[in-house]
């Protein structure tokens, strides 16, 4: 096969999807813990990130100034609806989009810009400095080579093993990731593994080079609930050893719950609310976020209700906007039952770490000192007019998110 197929950006013989990483979980065993983050500045520094797709009906506009940071030892996830833009935003970081993709704003990993450099440059960080892990391995994973094989391509490539020193690290890194008989799998093909063992293999190639930043889009997916498990607790580990840097995608909040240090929330392709963990689950500021947090269903709810009745889901009413076009407006405004005249005619902003703000087109360009509807406190920043809670509106229990309902 082509270089261009190989792991990562890693080129050789493997052919599998680009070299993956994934996001760990943090603190011990089965709870959160506290990030090593570095106090060094971010080891991933992203800014007015956008992302539009060429096509025959029109271009599509994907991702519209997203920015973000991430520091050593830290985890930040991405969640939101499938089609918000978590996906393209991370294969954007790696380089990895098609073609017909114009990427705009600035990717810099430990200060090198990563945005309009070369593909020999991009093929030097992706699998070494820089590793992404997607959403199912089995179609990740080259189905015609051993695992032992497409790990060892990630050694050979970028520490410059032999065959033999490649094998015997597989071997290695197959064991530290907790598959059983390491010695015997690693001749093994990726159809004669578990879907756990396969998530597990995709690990061990992430970080077989101790990359800076692990990318890991939906790293659980498709995953029974004691397997997801087992994945979570061994990121942990692996990301308390490693110190490495991780932005984790995903829609399940229990896995954010779990995972991250800090969460930022994503709508029609923007970035509507940024917010350490604890802080989003406990005092949500943007109603999209309301909502979200009010769609997951709650234990005891069926049993509360009356005989014969059954406690009906909430959901977000209204459809996703199309993305033809990036207006400047709140894009969730139709959603929102807290939507005004003022929330149709401007667009929010979000404030970002150093007094920065997402999404700005004042004089300052989209990262000047702050813009209309940007609202931060403690770290906790909202792209919304009209924000739930903190001091700037009003709490949310005294309020309604965007599904009309009082929130719990």
Do not use: W
């Amino acid at each position: 096969m082509s270089e261009s197929s190989g792991t990562s950006g890693t080129g050789g013989e493997s052919g599998t999807s680009p070299a993956t990483g994934t996001a760990t979980g943090k603190g011990s065993g089965t709870g959160k813990g506290t990030g090593a983050v570095s106090g060094g500045g971010p080891v991933l520094r992203v800014r007015d990130l956008s992302v539009s797709f060429h096509a025959e009906e029109g271009d599509v506009h994907a991702v519209d100034g997203v920015g973000f940071d991430v520091g050593e030892g830290e985890v930040l996830a991405v969640v939101g609806e499938s089609g918000c833009g978590k996906s393209v935003t991370s294969l954007a970081v790696m380089g990895l989009l098609p073609g017909t993709a114009e990427v705009g704003g600035s990717v810099e990993l430990r200060g090198r810009e990563l945005v309009g450099a070369d593909e020999k440059s991009l093929r030097r960080v992706r699998g070494s400095e820089l590793s992404m892990i997607f959403q199912e391995p089995m179609t990740s994973l080259n189905p015609v080579l051993t695992v032992g094989r497409q790990i060892g391509e990630v050694l050979r490539r970028h520490q410059g093993l032999n065959r033999r020193q490649a094998r015997r690290r597989a071997v290695e890194l197959l064991e530290s990731v907790g598959i059983p008989a390491p010695g015997r799998r690693v001749d093994e093909y990726p159809h004669q593994l578990s879907g756990g063992m396969r998530q597990r293999v995709m690990i061990a190639i992430a970080v077989a080079c101790d990359p800076a930043v692990l990318i890991a889009d939906e790293p659980t997916t498709a995953l029974d609930v004691t397997v997801q498990a087992g994945i979570l607790d061994l990121l942990t580990s692996l990301r308390e050893r490693l110190g490495t840097a991780i932005v984790l995608i995903t829609h399940d909040l229990g896995v954010v719950a779990h995972a991250a240090d800090r969460v930022l929330v994503m709508y029609a392709g923007r970035a509507v609310e940024h917010a350490p963990a604890d802080g989003l689950f406990a005092d949500p500021r943007h109603p999209y976020t309301r909502g979200l947090l009010d769609a997951v269903p709650r234990p005891g709810e069926r049993a509360a209700a009356p005989p014969g009745e059954r406690a009906p889901l909430r959901e977000i009413p209204g459809m996703v906007p199309g993305l033809s076009r990036q207006p400047d407006e709140c894009t969730f405004s139709p959603r929102c039952s807290r939507a005004d005249e003022r929330c149709t005619a401007e667009r929010p902003v979000l404030a970002l770490p150093g007094g920065d703000s997402s999404g700005s087109g004042g004089p300052g360009g989209r990262y000047g000192s702050g813009g209309p509807g940007g609202h931060a406190d403690s770290g906790h920043t909202v792209a919304c007019l009209h924000p739930l809670g903190g001091p700037d509106g009003p709490s949310s229990a005294d309020s309604t998110a965007s599904t009309g309902e009082a929130a719990p």
